[in-house]
């Protein structure tokens, strides 16, 4: 219920975002912004049309990736990272470069980037500056720029302040663009920019080559004596020496080198024969299969006895199947099998006796031999010292000759180069003259007048809401204030209706036209009101404000008239005692009233006054008093409130405003509710939250009526209109 509605504000610091309250800003201040955004549009396009266009050319250069080799190491080829490409720029904006450019041209006496010229204004300096950006000028060297005549460093100050040079995207294309007032000047000296760019890279590659030529040709020198001194050196040695060499040898060591080679076969064939001698004799020794070795099964003789001992084998067992194991046939075959076996036993004694003898002969032959090397070796050992310093100074000789080729041949490949102009870059799209001008560029100045218009519109006009101290819309009041807004209240003009003699305009406007808008926001009003406290409808409502003028005295009149008009016993007390506003409508100001009253001096018969057209019995402030809140606080007042409490259904107070004085605040206490009245648009905020403060009890203010509404300036979207749409118009009538 209303009436139990806190008086403490709602912060608004948690309010989520609300596109409704930027559209109803929108369509509120639209004509504000739209003539600030016109009025920009026109100022940066007159500012486009009065600055001095420029035009700006550009010239494409192609990188050439490919290295160059001297002496192993890439010479002169443009490397491909990043940070290379970044070099390049920086030599296109360097301080040697754009000097040949500049006296090449004669730009010393160009009108606009000699020194004598002349820059355009500040401001066309300022404008030029937000539309066209370019690097920060390269910092020169000191001792390289004071060397250099001031005209020409103002003029190649002013060049490079026109030229911008770019990396195109990812590629090895760099674009050279320059920028003057002049068309066929900005692509001359475009040109001449990339044009000095590839003169300095065959220069710097000439000088590169002449240099490491001249260095070769200086070391090859050097290396040639160094070669000569060294085979002189082995030359002498050997002569002196008496050391004859048989290719790469000497004589004595390649007797060596051949002794040794049959000194190492002869072992191994005697370690060969001994391993077979060994294996022999441990067989016989053990009582093994020595006919199973591979001498012995590859004997011939061997093998044909065992031929004749198998064929008797064969008869043998032949006969003792026929004829028994006593048979002199038997015993015969049996004779001859222990011949034979004898003839092979002594077959494989011979043929271990020969491996014994082969393995002796040798072991012999390679102790003979190794006598014959030691004896090598022993005349040798004298030439080793000198053959150690003769390999030395061999060695010596062979480094000193494979260094002085490879110099060589580096050397004539650099000459090669020298007289070859190997281009490390190329231009690949020459700069033409430009007929549409670069600055400036009237869609852009367009586009950003309009959003600078635009942003500027916006935050005039939200400055100008800001300004604005007043409550605009319900929502604002309520989140303000705490309290319920009862009812929303348009301004009338009460002077359209059609007055007679002694007639109020206000009951005449309600009475006249009951279902007009007006009409139907104080019936709002009223229920509002007693809705406030549906268990104890309020009886004594008290009208009040926070400072004058703010129409509180024609709510209380309405609302007295629409109470009325239910059929109620309705009384309106003028309780403002300084400024009597229903006395002087009623024409009561010179009959006793309600100071009459209080202070007894006036009988209270006839002391009410019935208005013909709306029934309501009106009660006019009387006398003037100098204790205005003594009296509105005093016994009698509470004591004529509960009289009248017993004669009348509705009573409504129209108490003096609570701001700049306290009669609303002591007469809070004889009323049940207290209805605070706001004027749209018009009363501080912070003064409303302050006087409603002033007044004393809780939940004694019933809620807020928003006033005077001017519905042609109310937003026409949004969750705060004021029902003024055509759909709603329909409902009322007037």
Not at 148 to 164: E, Y
């Amino acid at each position: 219920m209303h009436g139990q509605i806190s008086r403490s504000p709602v912060s608004e610091d948690g309010e989520s975002f609300d596109l409704h309250q930027i559209v109803d800003f929108l369509l509120r201040r639209w004509m504000l912004i739209a003539i600030i955004a016109f009025m920009s549009m026109a100022i940066a396009l007159g500012t486009a049309f009065l600055l001095t266009p420029l035009y700006t050319s550009t010239a494409e250069i192609l990188l050439d990736r490919s290295p160059r080799s001297v002496l192993g190491s890439e010479l002169g080829g443009i490397e491909a990272s990043s940070g290379a490409i970044e070099n390049q720029v920086s030599i296109l904006r360097s301080l040697t470069l754009l000097r040949r450019v500049v006296e090449k041209e004669n730009l010393v006496n160009d009108p606009e980037f000699g020194a004598t010229s002349t820059e355009s204004g500040g401001l066309v300096s300022m404008v030029k500056g937000w539309f066209r950006s370019a690097p920060a000028p390269v910092a020169d060297a000191p001792d390289e720029a004071s060397a250099i005549p001031t005209d020409v460093r103002i003029s190649i100050n002013k060049l490079r302040g026109a030229l911008l040079v770019s990396r195109v995207e990812l590629s090895y294309i760099l674009q050279i663009s320059v920028t003057s007032t002049d068309r066929d000047r900005a692509a001359r000296l475009a040109n001449a920019i990339a044009d000095a760019f590839i003169v300095d890279q065959l220069e710097t590659r000439y000088e590169a080559a002449r240099r490491a030529s001249d260095w070769l040709n200086d070391r090859l020198q050097r290396l040639r004596d160094s070669l000569r001194q060294s085979e002189e050196a082995v030359s002498k040695f050997r002569a002196d020496h008496n050391l004859v060499s048989v290719g790469a040898k000497t004589l004595n060591e390649q007797q060596l080198s051949e002794i040794s080679a049959s000194l190492v076969q002869v072992e191994t064939e005697a370690a060969e024969k001994q391993a077979k001698y060994e294996q022999a004799k441990q067989m016989m020794d053990e009582g093994g299969n020595v006919a199973a070795l591979p001498d012995v099964m590859r004997c011939s003789v061997i093998q044909s006895l065992r031929g004749q001992l198998a064929g008797i084998s064969a008869r043998e067992a032949d006969l003792v199947t026929r004829y028994g194991e006593r048979h002199p046939m038997v015993v015969n075959v049996r004779a001859e099998r222990r011949e034979i076996e004898r003839q092979i036993s002594a077959e494989i004694s011979r043929v271990v006796s020969n491996l014994k003898n082969d393995y002796d002969v040798a072991r012999t032959r390679a102790e003979s031999m190794a006598a014959n090397v030691a004896q090598a070796s022993g005349q040798n050992s004298t030439e080793n010292a000198l053959t150690v310093k003769l390999r030395e100074l061999e060695r010596d000789a062979a480094a000193n000759r494979t260094l002085y080729e490879t110099f060589l041949s580096q050397s004539k490949v650099t000459t090669e180069q020298q007289q070859v102009d190997i281009q490390d870059a190329r231009i690949i799209t020459p700069a033409l003259p430009t007929s549409t001008p670069s600055f400036p560029n009237k869609v852009i100045f367009l586009a950003v007048g309009v959003v600078m218009g635009i942003a500027l519109g916006i935050g005039v006009a939200a400055l100008l809401d800001m300004l604005n101290a007043g409550f605009s819309s319900p929502r604002q009041l309520e989140e303000s204030t705490g309290l319920p807004v009862l009812s929303s209240v348009e301004w009338v003009n009460f002077s359209d209706v059609e007055k007679s003699k002694d007639t109020i305009p206000i009951i005449q406007y309600l009475t006249t036209k009951p279902l007009s808008r007006f009409s139907e926001s104080i019936r709002s009003l009223r229920a509002g009101v007693q809705m406030s406290d549906v268990d104890n409808p309020p009886q004594v409502v008290q009208v009040t404000s926070a400072s004058p003028s703010e129409g509180k005295t024609s709510l209380a009149i309405a609302l007295a008239v629409s109470a009325a008009g239910s059929g109620k016993r309705v009384v309106l007390i003028d309780c403002d005692l300084r400024r009597p506003s229903i006395s002087q409508q009623f024409g009561l100001t010179e009959k006793p009233g309600l100071v009459e009253l209080l202070a007894q001096t006036a009988s209270a018969d006839g002391i009410l006054h019935r208005d013909p057209v709306s029934g309501v019995y009106v009660l006019g402030a009387g006398a003037k008093t100098q204790n205005p809140p003594d009296l509105l606080s005093s016994a009698r007042m509470h004591h004529l409130i509960e009289q009248i409490r017993q004669s009348f259904d509705y009573v409504v107070l129209d108490a003096p405003p609570v701001g700049p004085v306290i009669d609303a605040a002591v007469l809070a206490a004889v009323a049940d509710k207290v209805l605070f009245v706001v004027r749209w648009n018009a009363t501080a905020r912070e003064f409303i939250r302050q006087s409603i403060e002033r007044i004393p009890g809780e939940r004694k203010i019933c809620g807020v009526a928003l006033n005077m509404i001017d519905l042609r300036r109310t937003p026409k979207y949004g969750r705060y209109s004021y029902y003024s749409s055509a759909y709603y118009k329909k409902y009322y009538v007037g």
